[in-house]
């Protein structure tokens, strides 16, 4: 007898993708990672979905059915926190993961981090939770700063590097959001370079935005919103500017701002309307941009 796990049916998880509502960088540190202030705010309509099965031999295959951009390798996301699973939980891996990406690669909407969350809570269940929430959350630090959002996606302020999250009142607003993706990726260590080197004016506080997403305030959440990368992306890339300008210039958007490090825009609409934003685009800007909402 191996100590492998003996075969067995598929598990699945769902891996939403997130915007930030609000996101300053606040410094540097000697590791690389950056301080932050950011409200995370999951888009749980719009998900990868990561299936996993024991095998009975060693190993950890990974299937991503050749989603552009997306490695199939060891760096995979996916891959790197099945190894910090293995680690932790002293197992053998004998793992196969199937990923079936949704989100946009390298938009600024969390996918391959919330992807390797999802690896880690199929890995902890099913084992039987050998990793207490602590422990699961060190490993998700470890793999990016936004993963451990990631654990738990409800609404959060989070500062440090990502990890500190504070979650915000289940009464939150509802948000009616449009998400427009300019059709290109952004690596994020770019985004990170050209934030350094474009000067920016001062974020506004933090504290507006959650008092109105406490009184569930669409309005006042959409003008309270801020992102610090708006300025180096909309200067490298004028389509951007152009697509905010457009959102912003709507009857039915009441705010419009980039996600993450981009360059995925969202627009906050009136109920009901974001399919009327969507149509509107897609007549202005062709078929390039890719476009996404939840329909009422
Ligand atoms: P974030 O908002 O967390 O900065 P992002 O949406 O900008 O993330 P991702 O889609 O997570 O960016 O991918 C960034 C890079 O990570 C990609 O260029 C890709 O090569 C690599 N990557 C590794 N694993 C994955 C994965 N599971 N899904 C997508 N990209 C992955």
Redesign the pocket.
């Known amino acids: 007898m191996d100590n492998f796990p003996r075969p067995s049916c598929a598990i699945t998880r769902s891996a939403p993708a997130k915007v930030n509502l609000y996101l300053e960088v606040t410094g540097r540190r000697p590791d690389g990672y950056h301080n932050l202030v950011t409200v995370f705010w999951p888009v749980a309509g719009l998900a990868d979905e990561l299936a996993l099965e024991l095998l009975g031999r060693p190993g950890c295959e990974l299937r991503t059915g050749g989603a552009a ?3 199939e390798t060891a ?4 891959c790197r926190a099945a190894a910090a699973f293995a680690g932790a939980a002293a197992v053998a891996p004998a793992w196969r993961f199937t ?1 079936t ?1 949704r ?1 946009p ?9 919330s ?2 969350a999802a690896a880690l809570l199929l890995l902890n269940a099913a084992y039987g939770t050998p990793l207490a929430p602590d422990t699961l959350a060190g490993l998700a630090a470890g793999l ?1 700063a ?1 993963v451990p959002f990631f654990l738990r996606p409800e609404p959060a302020l989070a500062t440090g590097i990502g990890e500190q999250l504070t979650p915000l009142p289940a009464g939150a607003a509802a948000l009616p959001l449009l998400l427009v993706n300019p059709g290109f ?4 260590a770019w985004a990170y370079g050209a934030l350094a080197r474009t000067p920016r004016p001062p974020a506004p506080p933090v504290a507006p935005l959650l008092q109105a997403l406490a009184v569930g305030a669409a309005a006042a959440v959409a003008a309270a919103g801020y992102n610090a990368f708006e300025y180096s992306a909309v200067h490298k890339f004028p389509l951007l500017n152009l697509l905010l300008e457009f959102l912003r210039r709507r009857p039915e958007v009441l705010g419009a701002q980039v996600s ?2 981009g360059p995925t825009l969202f627009a906050i609409c009136r109920p009901g309307t974001p399919v009327v934003v969507a149509a509107a685009v897609r007549a202005a800007f062709g078929p390039a941009p890719w476009l996404w909402w939840l329909p009422d």
């Open positions: 951009g997306v490695p760096d995979n996301l996916v990923l990406k989100i690669v390298a938009a600024g909407l969390g996918g391959g981090s992807d390797a990016g936004d990726p952004l690596p994020t993450g490090s």
